[in-house]
């Protein structure tokens, strides 16, 4: 008898919650509330609740939840949190800050997606990336720069490139002593500085 009042407690908190929550269940919507249905510009969450991650997921970065979701079903790593690129019912691009956690209720695995919007950040090409310096880096290097640019950790940068999260280190370390940074709160404040975010 508690089971079915504390199922109805929690879907009144996450109805409530002013961040996007989707639940993954498979690949169906086990239940989405109506921020994340704001946020894509939908009247309500239950229009949004038989999309797919195609409906959802701007072209450009589909391929990429594609793979994080596969690494989530194979029980390998993949990045708990990431940026990435949505389409909203409109046809307007919005950019989610994502933050996502898997739980296996009943041996069934949920992947719980929470979502808050971002400011649209203007696109740089590879010809961009002008910072003093980056001349003397590798093309890995500029890479991974690139990468950081973006707001991705080393974790979803190594599992991008398929390579260890150590050589990441690696290459991040040889970058930010070529271009004198101390870390990536240097390297956010030289980007700036050019105009580069």
């Known amino acids: 008898m508690i089971r079915p009042i504390l199922d109805r407690h929690f879907r009144v908190v996450l109805d ?16 989405v509330n109506p921020a994340y249905a ?24 589909l391929e990429r939840l594609r793979w994080f979701g596969r690494c989530r079903t194979e029980g390998k790593p ?5 940026t990435f690129r ?4 409109d046809g307007e691009v919005v950019t989610f800050d994502a933050s996502i956690s898997q739980t296996r209720v009943d041996g069934e695995l949920l992947i719980t997606t929470i979502v808050r919007g971002l400011q649209p950040v203007e ?7 002008q910072l003093p310096g980056t001349k003397s880096l590798s093309p890995r290097e500029r890479e ?54």
């Open 16 to 31: 409530a919650a002013p961040d996007g929550v989707l639940i993954e269940s498979g690949d169906r919507i086990a239940y």
């Open 123 to 129: 696109s740089h090409t590879e010809a961009d990336l």
């Open 144 to 197: 991974v720069i690139r990468h950081l640019l973006k707001g991705r950790r080393s974790k979803e940068i190594a599992l991008l490139l398929d390579i260890s999260e150590k050589t990441i280190g690696t290459h991040r370390s040889r970058a930010f002593q070529k271009l004198a940074l101390r870390g990536v709160g240097d390297l956010f404040r030289v980007a700036a500085e050019h105009g580069l975010i």
């Open 86 to 89: 949505a389409r909203a019912r």
């Open 78 to 82: 993949a990045p708990t949190r990431y």
């Open 38 to 61: 704001r946020l894509l510009h939908y009247p309500s969450a239950s229009e949004l609740s038989s999309a797919t991650i195609t409906d959802i997921a701007h072209p450009d970065d």
